[in-house]
């Protein structure tokens, strides 16, 4: 199960009630729910009685064969935002965007690890569109018809991998042979990123994909890339806890409770080694207690000198 939206998905039904609609095929210059949804996937929705004031806008649920969809839940319509009672006559069932869906600020469904957010990935040659345009291969992954969009992820629950959020880049087209998708901390792919990262199939065959769990550990900047090849992707912002040190310059941090390291271990403190600063637990004849006191047990030998700088 995949939550999907796609252009042009309308079919008729003559169901009546308040129950699951059963879909009676597509309109002329549109496609089936099957077509272009797909069974046991969820979308949302619209039902129009043709010739009347009936209307309801929903997150539906279709079976296995998309013949029927079932209204999980309904979001708005002409019986004061509840099920509507359809009445006998035909009826236009249709894919669509919900208003609120652009109203709320930057809203996202629940992308769950069995039922992930869906990206179809398609290969073709560049256009004058692409970020790196000129640069690399002449292929661009082409996202939900999109040229290579910068796109932003959400999930911030580490405490347990089912609450995190799950994009699953599709690969299926026969366009993504020999280009394989892949994630890296650079745009150059000089540093993988595997972490909740999970890989199925052959790109260009059925049931490919590159999928990724995003919580608030992921790195807030990754880029997708072609392992085989240069800068046919973007760059993808997520919503977390971890900035990518390494590759940007922070200037001055204000901290509103307590700065936390990696290893808070008591006892330790941090060393500048010319690149770094590393935490190093204080040893020898020197304890470090957990309230910054420091104790020296055997004495201080002549021409040692301690230098110590604690910034609060």
Do not use: W
Request: aromatic share 10%.
């Amino acid at each position: 199960m995949a939550f999907i939206l796609n252009d042009r998905v309308k079919e008729t039904s003559t169901t009546t009630g308040t129950g699951a609609f059963t879909l009676a095929g597509a309109v002329s210059g549109f496609e089936t729910f099957s077509a272009g949804i797909g069974g046991s996937n969820t979308t949302y929705y619209c039902i129009f009685r043709t010739g009347t004031t009936e209307f309801e806008i929903g997150f539906g649920t279709l079976n296995s064969g998309a013949s029927t969809l079932t209204r999980t839940y309904i979001i708005s319509s002409s019986n004061s935002d509840a099920a509507v009672d359809f009445g006998s006559g035909s009826k236009d069932v249709f894919c669509t965007v919900p208003g609120s869906k652009i109203n709320l600020p930057f809203p996202e469904e629940n992308a769950s690890s069995s039922a992930p957010k869906i990206i179809t990935v398609k290969v073709a040659a560049k256009s004058g569109n692409h970020p790196y345009q000129g640069a690399g291969s002449s292929n661009a992954y082409y996202l939900g018809g999109l040229e290579a969009p910068a796109l932003r992820l959400t999930g911030v629950d580490a405490s347990n991998s089912a609450y995190a959020q799950y994009y699953r880049f599709d690969q299926s087209d026969s366009s993504n042979s020999g280009h394989p998708l892949r994630f890296y901390l650079e745009s150059d792919k000089s540093t993988a990123y595997t972490t909740g990262v999970t890989t199925n199939g052959t790109p260009g065959s059925s049931g490919a994909y590159t999928q990724i769990a995003v919580d608030e550990t992921t790195p807030n900047i990754l880029y997708y890339q072609c392992s085989s090849h240069a800068y046919m992707g973007n760059h993808v912002t997520n919503i977390s806890n971890k900035i990518n040190s390494n590759l940007v310059t922070i200037g001055n941090v204000t901290v509103g409770s307590q700065l936390k390291m990696p290893d808070n271990t008591s006892g330790k403190i941090l060393v500048g080694d010319g690149t770094s600063y590393q935490e190093v637990a204080v040893s020898g004849d020197a304890t470090l207690a957990s309230n910054g006191a420091l104790t020296i047990s055997g004495g201080v030998t002549a021409g040692f000198v301690i230098a110590m700088s604690i910034a609060l």
